[in-house]
Structure formats: C-alpha cells, structure tokens
C-alpha cells in the first residue's frame, strides 16, 4: 500500500512522491523558544518523529530540518527575568537547552540540522533582497513587507480571500503598509518597550527602553520578520522545493500562508509538496497554551510518567486530529503501555525458556503477528494513522498471553515473531523501549553518581579551585558525559 496523506494545500488526501526516489526533504516548524516547552508543543514534535521514523522504515533517506526561533519579540521581552540573562541571545540559549534536554527525554530521532535565526541573518537578509528586487517587497521606514498584492495565489492554503483579510503585524506598522494585509519581513531597529510590554509578565518591572538583538541591513539596523525565517533555513539546509513541511494547525494562518508567498515569490517554484498540520493538544476544552496557564512542562511530565507514557499517550491519537490531555486519557495510556511491556518481557522469558519447543505451533499467535504487521503497514500509510497501528500492537500482545496461557510447553517460532514485532515496530517506529526497562536502574544511579561529581566540581569552584574543578570535567568528558555550563547551572548528558 502507498503512503498517502492529507494535504492541506489541497484539502484531499494524496498519495505520497517524493522529488527523489530515495530522499525525503522534511521541514518542521520548530519552537519559538522563549519558555520551556510544554506537551502541546512536544505533540508536534512527536508526530514529525513518527513521520521520520515511518519514512525511514519504509526505505528513505529522510533529511529532517528543525528550525529554533532564537530571534522574537517574546524571548526579547523576557531579559532580564529570573537570571535569564541581560540580553537576547542569551535568554534564547537558556531555552534553546531545554528544549534539546526535553527533545533526547523523548527519544526522539535527531534532526539532520536544527538551525536558528540568528545563525542565518545573511541568508534572510539576501532572500528579502531578492523579493525587493523583483517587485514583491517594499521599504518603508526601515523596515521591509512584502506587497501581498503582487502575488496571484496568496491565501491558497488556508483559503482566504485577499479582500478579506484583517491587518497583520503590530499597530505600529499600519501606517507604513501600502495593504492592511501586507506582512513585515524586516524590522527597522529593536523590540519597543511598548511591543515588549506585550509579552512581559505583568508582575515585573517594565522594559524602559528599545531592547532584542539588531543586525545590519541594506535598510538599516534592524531585525527579521517572524515568517521570512522558516523560508530562509528550509531553501538553506534543505532545498527551494520540498517535500513535507510539519507544522501546528495554529500556524497554517498566517505563518504558513505567509511562507508560501514569500518562497514562491521569491524563486517561482512551488515551496512545499506537502503540507501536513498537527492538530491541537486541548485540556478543559481549551488549547494547551503557555498564555492560557493550562499547560504541562515536557520535563515535569516525563519526570512524573516516563517516556514510554508519554509517547503511547501520543499515539492514541491520529496526527491531524485534535486530542484531549486529562488524568483520564493519560491513564489509559499507562495501562497501554504496561499491557505491551507485559506481554514483551513475558514473552522474551518464555521464547529464552526450555519450555519454547521447535515443534509446537501456536496458529492464533502466529495468524496474529502476521496479520499485525500487514495491518500495521497499511494503516501507517493511511496518513500515519498511529492509533489504528497501536490496535495491532496491542492484538499481539493479547495473543501472546493467550498462548502463555494455554499451556506449559511454547511455540518458539511464534514467540520470536512477536518479539520482533514489538521491536520493529514498536520500538524502531513507535520509538518505545521495549526490553530498556532493565537498564533504567543503571542509568539512574550512573546520572545520579554524574551530579554528585558535578555538585564536587562546583564546591571546588566556588573555593577558586578552577584546576581542580576543569579536570573534574575532563574525567566525565573522558567517561562519555557531555557537561555544558548554564545560568543555572551545569547540565549533563551521556553521549
């Protein structure tokens, strides 16, 4: 069965080409990192990782791009706060960390590339240029917007009408757009104390003066537009046409609209193939939001439930759909993930026993493995339907507690099928751990033993000790521990 999925671009559900036989050019929207990310944001994430790791096992070499948003209004209005630092760049850094901690918390595959705005300025500033140059794009004040009068197909993807749209951007900028709808790519100057008063907390003191990093421009000092940053990573790392761009339903529009405009105005060729839109992560009726207060820090929830929880709880859901977060639905799926955890050990102990016999023929077990593994195919290829694939993991676990069950004396074949199964597809494309749990002791007392060394190592630097504490982080270095210095302290990973 051929993948097919549903394209937002067209509203139909589409079979799935890639521009290359073996290649596949994936582009996330990545987050915005101005706070430390939350389950409706890991959503996403989780759902651009099955898409990769589907992709993978059917045979592509996928080139997934992740863009951080180190350049924002909402991180500039955050200096300052709660030692997160004086500038910019740095209260981005701070994010940006946590977020890759939350990222490896998931087990989530790793991007090819996660660029960030700051990094890509020329590239910005040199594909703003280009839109000028060709009539898309106008200067006023300082600042650049793209004329979204000069291109046909504006609002194709989220299907609105040109004479229909409201405003974009600040207020400020009214007065300096030829069209109400007409969106900034470049900003003269920095963040005003007025913008950032916008996104600051209400319980602190405000920002006095013009605050956020500038750069150098042909229209003078200034700093990006929110969309002009996506195009400019993605034709960098990735191509000027792609084949999957993944992001939040929230942003078809205008982010995503905006981004189309731009790129296919840019090089007049189609930007992305595929638009696949992740539905919303609701609690209480309400869209998980850092603003709403109705969220769940990924760090504390996988503190509280672990990863393989969180990423059953993901996959009870269809990607395009919108899911509820709640005691309830989490509860079901640690029941889930229990029953598949169960039922793989048992049989991983049963297969491993002299009880598992060559000779012994379990039909309904084997029936079952392999009907799971062509129902699992096809309902991944029917737009990544994950909980209709989880129904089939599930099948084969209660086929091997049937089999356990009904005998003394065990189908090795069977038993091994299923073992398999449970790590193929479970493990390589669901991304759960099974036959992990064992080690989880150990990797708690090694992290545990790593921050007693690091709690040492800032005692000694506290005394001015600086040797004594270097060389302490050399020897974690040389034993695979990656330590990086922040604000709050030092963090760690296993390499």
């Not at 850094?93 to 595959?109: A, S």
């Not at 504006?154 to 007409?182: C, F, P, T």
């Not at 065990?410 to 759960?432: C, K, M």
Request: net charge negative; hydrophobic share 35%.
């Amino acid at each position: 069965m051929t993948l097919s999925v549903t394209n937002t671009l067209t509203g139909e559900r589409e079979d799935f080409e890639s521009r290359s036989d073996d290649d596949v050019l994936l582009y996330v929207c990545g987050l915005t990192v101005s706070d430390d990310a939350h389950l409706g944001h890991a959503r996403l994430w989780m759902h651009a990782d099955i898409m990769h790791r589907w992709l993978e096992y059917e045979g592509y070499r996928v080139h997934h791009v992740e863009n951080f948003t180190d350049v924002n209004e909402k991180i500039a209005a955050r200096i300052g706060e709660d030692d997160l630092g004086d500038d910019e760049s740095t209260v981005a850094e701070h994010f940006v960390g946590d977020v890759i901690r939350d990222m490896r918390g998931l087990n989530l595959k790793r991007a090819e590339v996660y660029p960030r705005v700051s990094e890509h300025i020329p590239e910005i500033i040199d594909l703003i240029q280009t839109l000028v140059d060709r009539g898309h794009a106008y200067e006023s004040n300082g600042s650049v917007y793209f004329d979204v009068t000069t291109f046909e197909d504006y609002g194709k993807l989220s299907n609105q009408k040109l004479d229909e749209l409201e405003s974009q951007g600040e207020s400020a900028e009214r007065s300096e757009k030829r069209n109400a709808a007409d969106f900034a790519l470049w900003k003269a100057g920095a963040v005003s104390p007025e913008t950032a008063a916008e996104h600051r907390k209400p319980d602190l003191e405000p920002l006095t003066d013009p605050c956020g990093d500038t750069w150098d421009s042909p229209w003078g000092e200034g700093r990006p537009g929110w969309h002009i940053e996506c195009s400019a990573m993605s034709m960098t790392h990735l191509d000027e046409t792609i084949d999957i761009h993944v992001g939040g339903r929230d942003l078809v529009f205008p982010h995503h609209e905006n981004e189309i405009a731009q790129s296919e105005a840019a090089t007049g060729d189609q930007f992305a193939r595929y638009w696949l839109h992740v539905g919303l992560l609701q609690t209480d009726g309400d869209k998980m939001s850092s603003s709403l207060g109705n969220f769940f820090y990924v760090d504390d929830a996988l503190d509280e439930f672990g990863v393989d929880v969180i990423r059953t709880f993901y996959l009870s859901t269809a990607y395009g759909s919108e899911q509820t977060y709640s005691e309830e639905t989490i509860a079901e799926a640690e029941e889930r993930w229990e029953r598949l955890e169960r039922a793989y050990e048992a049989a991983v102990e049963a297969c491993d026993s002299p009880a598992a016999r060559t000779k012994v023929e379990a039909t309904d077990l084997r029936e079952t493995v392999e009907s799971a593994r062509k129902n699992f195919r096809e309902a991944m290829n029917d737009d990544f339907n994950v909980r209709e694939a989880m129904a089939e993991l599930l099948g084969v676990a209660s086929a091997v507690n049937r089999h356990l069950d009904a005998g003394d004396e065990y189908d090795y074949r069977a038993l091994r099928e299923a073992i398999e199964t449970f790590e193929a597809l479970g493990g390589e494309v669901f991304g759960l751990s099974f036959g992990e749990s064992a080690d989880d002791g150990d990797v708690s007392i090694a992290a545990d033993l790593v921050q007693l060394v690091l709690d040492v190592r800032e005692a000694e630097r506290d005394a001015g000790n600086y040797e004594r504490a270097d060389s302490l982080r050399d020897d974690l270095t040389e034993l695979g521990v990656e330590v990086e210095d922040g604000s709050d302290g030092a963090t760690f990973r296993f390499e």
